[in-house]
C-alpha cells in the first residue's frame, strides 16, 4: 500500500494526513531543514512514522532546531543530554550519526556550498547510487533511510501516487520531480 492509499484510510491518525499533505515530497531549500529531515528518517529506523512525527517538536528542540554548526560541535555534555532526553529517541548509535553527519555537512559545505547544493550536484541518480554515495559521507544511513529522505525532500519520485491530489502540487513545486 502507498503512503497515498495509506492516507486515505479513516483509521490513519491527522499526523499521517498533515505530513502527507504538507510535507512529504515537497523540496526543501534550507540546510538546516533537511539535515532535520535527514535525522528524523534516521531515527524512524526500526520505529513507526507516527511516533518520530509525533515527537518532531522534541526532536527539534533537542537538536538546536536542527542547526548544523552546533550539532556538529556537540560535546559529551551534549551526547548525555541527548540520551537522556525521553522526547526523543535515546539511542547512542542514533545520537552519534546525528553529530558525526553534522560534522560531515560542514566538510561538504566547505567544497559545495551547501548540503542543498551537494544533492543537487549529484541529482538525479538513482536509489543504489545515491545509496552509496550517503554511505560513503554519512553514518546510519541504508537503503531505506536514505530512500524515504530523498523522496521526501523532492529528490526522488514516489512520494505521491498519480491520482493523489498532493502529486500535482508536489509536481509543480518540483519539475524534475516528473523527470525522474
Same mark, same amino acid.
Given at each position: 500500500?502507498?503512503?497515498?492509499?495509506?492516507?486515505?484510510? +479513516?483509521?490513519v491518525k491527522s499526523v499521517h494526513k498533515v505530513y502527507h499533505d504538507q510535507h512529504y515530497g515537497f523540496p526543501i531549500e534550507e540546510d538546516d531543514a533537511l539535515f532535520g529531515r535527514l535525522i528524523l528518517e534516521i /531515527?524512524?529506523? %526500526?520505529?513507526?512514522w507516527e511516533t518520530i512525527l509525533n515527537k518532531e517538536q522534541?526532536?527539534?528542540?533537542a537538536y538546536e532546531n536542527f542547526n548544523i554548526d552546533k550539532i556538529a560541535?556537540?560535546?559529551? *555534555?551534549?551526547?548525555?543530554?541527548?540520551?537522556?532526553?525521553? &522526547?526523543?529517541?535515546? /539511542?547512542k548509535l542514533k545520537v552519534n550519526a546525528a553529530i558525526h553527519n553534522a #560534522? #560531515?555537512?560542514?566538510?561538504?559545505?566547505e567544497e559545495f &556550498? $551547501?548540503?542543498?547544493?551537494w544533492l543537487d550536484h549529484h541529482h538525479p541518480l538513482s536509489r543504489e547510487e545515491w545509496t552509496k554515495l550517503f554511505k560513503k *559521507?554519512?553514518?546510519?544511513? %541504508? =537503503?531505506?533511510?536514505? /530512500?524515504?529522505?530523498?523522496? $521526501? *525532500? =523532492?529528490?526522488?519520485? =514516489?512520494?505521491?501516487?498519480?491520482?493523489? +491530489?498532493?502529486?500535482? *502540487?508536489v509536481a509543480k513545486l518540483n519539475p524534475k520531480w516528473m523527470e525522474l
Open positions: 500500500m502507498s503512503y497515498c492509499e495509506y492516507c486515505k484510510s +479513516p483509521e /531515527n524512524q529506523a %526500526g520505529l513507526s522534541n526532536f527539534q528542540k560541535n556537540f560535546n559529551e *555534555t551534549d551526547r548525555e543530554r541527548l540520551l537522556s532526553d525521553a &522526547g526523543i529517541i535515546r /539511542n #560534522q #560531515q555537512l560542514l566538510l561538504l559545505r &556550498g $551547501s548540503f542543498k547544493q *559521507t554519512f553514518k546510519f544511513v %541504508g =537503503g531505506e533511510i536514505v /530512500n524515504e529522505f530523498l523522496m $521526501s *525532500t =523532492g529528490y526522488l519520485a =514516489g512520494a505521491h501516487d498519480k491520482d493523489c +491530489p498532493v502529486f500535482d *502540487t
